[in-house]
């Protein structure tokens, strides 16, 4: 059974900084893509960073190029996603997702993403 399971969020002050973490289980986290991704009330769920074990490529977001770093630790199973400079717009419910590698070469966000998890609460707030 694969598993998701997000945890770091909370509430952080504009320019303060924030790791989350996803626990992975029930698939070989190699081979697969993976993705944070977020939605903001009232707003698309948008992806943030993702990506892709087979050609090792990663892709961000306009918004937080520079300040995002999306990584892996495959012997924790662990997926993290290190956030500096944090800005109210980036106040969001904040997703990791899971699925096969897309296109080599192409957007690691564009994988067919089939797992999630259940969403951790980032607050950007003073």
């Known amino acids: 059974q694969v598993q998701l399971v997000e945890s770091g969020g909370g509430l952080v002050q504009p320019g303060g900084s924030l790791r989350l973490s996803c626990a992975t289980s029930?698939?070989?986290?190699?081979?697969?893509?993976i993705g944070w991704f977020r939605q903001a009330p009232g707003k698309e769920r948008e992806g943030v960073s993702c990506?892709?074990?087979?050609?090792?490529?990663?892709s961000y977001a306009s918004s937080v190029k520079g300040r995002f770093t999306i990584s892996r630790d495959y012997a924790k199973k662990m997926v993290f996603l290190q956030m500096k400079n944090l800005k109210a717009e980036d106040t969001a419910v904040y997703f990791c997702?899971?699925?096969?590698?897309?296109?080599?070469?192409?957007?690691?966000?564009?994988?067919?993403?089939?797992?999630w998890g259940q969403g951790t609460q980032v607050t950007v707030s003073s």
């Open positions: 997702a899971a699925g096969p590698n897309g296109v080599v070469g192409g957007d690691p966000c564009l994988s067919n993403f089939h797992s």
């Open positions: 990506h892709s074990s087979s050609d090792n490529s990663t």
């Open positions: 029930g698939f070989t986290l190699e081979y697969y893509a």
